[in-house]
């Protein structure tokens, strides 16, 4: 199995930043890709930004330019910074990851952290 803890969330200004880091452990073999969604209060859960292994990266609109995703491959750890935030920041950030645990890439399977409510208020 694979388990991934979030940190970092919290109460945050808004115009201010926040980091967010994620690590992974467990039975891991080789890491695909990680990422973070959020979910706000009566929304549906929505995608903010990913990263492959290789560096490739992704991001919604609504962090595009605020957003920056980051991968320590080493440590298996995703970072997420976003600046300016925005009172519409405000939700249950998820940690995301797809993983294999063995040598076979069938055993691939997406994983999902418990998540960290940040909250972007004066």
């Known amino acids: 199995q694979v388990q991934l803890v979030e940190s970092g969330g919290g109460l945050v200004q808004p115009g201010g930043s926040l980091r967010l880091s994620c690590a992974a452990s467990?039975?891991?073999?080789?890491?695909?890709?990680m990422g973070w969604y959020r979910q706000a209060p009566g929304k549906q859960r929505e995608l903010v930004a990913t990263?492959?292994?290789?560096?490739?990266?992704a991001y919604a609109d609504s962090v595009e330019g605020r957003g920056t995703v980051s991968l320590d491959n080493t440590k298996k750890t995703v970072y997420l910074q976003i600046n300016s935030l925005k009172p519409e920041d405000t939700a249950v950030y998820y940690c995301?990851?797809?993983?294999?645990?063995?040598?076979?890439?069938?055993?691939?399977?997406?994983?999902w952290g418990q998540g960290t409510q940040v909250t972007v208020s004066s």
């Open positions: 467990g039975s891991i073999f080789f890491i695909y890709t």
């Open positions: 990263i492959t292994t290789g560096g490739s990266t």
């Open positions: 995301t990851a797809g993983a294999s645990t063995t040598r076979t890439p069938l055993s691939r399977n997406d994983y």
